[in-house]
Nanobody
Framework: QVQLVESGGGLVQAGGSLRLSCAAS????????MGWFRQALGKEREFVAA????????YYVDSVKGRFTISRDNAKNTVYLQMNNLKPEDTAVYYC????????????????WGQGTQVTVSS
């Protein structure tokens, strides 16, 4: 059974940085796509970024391109989301997710989810 555990959230001022981690366990992830989603209070869950574990190819939502970077560490079975130049509109609960469809941005295509970590950006 896939288990995903996020960490690294917190409170940061606008313009600051945070790095989120997602520790993955329960199976081999070479055939998986790992994604980050976020959900702000009162809003729908939104795709942020994803990475194909086997080759490291990535894609992002336009609003975070140039500011966020998704990566993975094979040895640690961990996926990261480096977030720079944070803005108040980035405030949300961030979720790590695992699926098998590369290129999708829809949360329903991801089958395993972590519990989420809160990111709050103050202005």
């Amino acid at each position: 059974q896939v288990q995903l555990v996020e960490s690294g959230g917190g409170l940061v001022q606008a313009g600051g940085s945070l790095r989120l981690s997602c520790a993955a366990s329960g199976r081999t992830f070479n055939n998986y796509v790992m994604g980050w989603f976020r959900q702000a209070l009162g809003k729908e869950r939104e795709f942020v970024a994803a990475i194909r574990w086997s080759v490291g190819s990535t894609y992002y939502v336009d609003s975070v391109k140039g500011r966020f970077t998704i990566s993975r560490d094979n040895a640690k079975n961990t996926v990261y989301l480096q977030m720079n130049n944070l803005k108040p509109e980035d405030t949300a609960v961030y979720y790590c997710a695992a699926g098998t469809i590369y290129g999708t941005r829809h949360w329903r295509d991801f089958v395993s989810w972590g519990q989420g970590t809160q990111v709050t950006v103050s202005s």
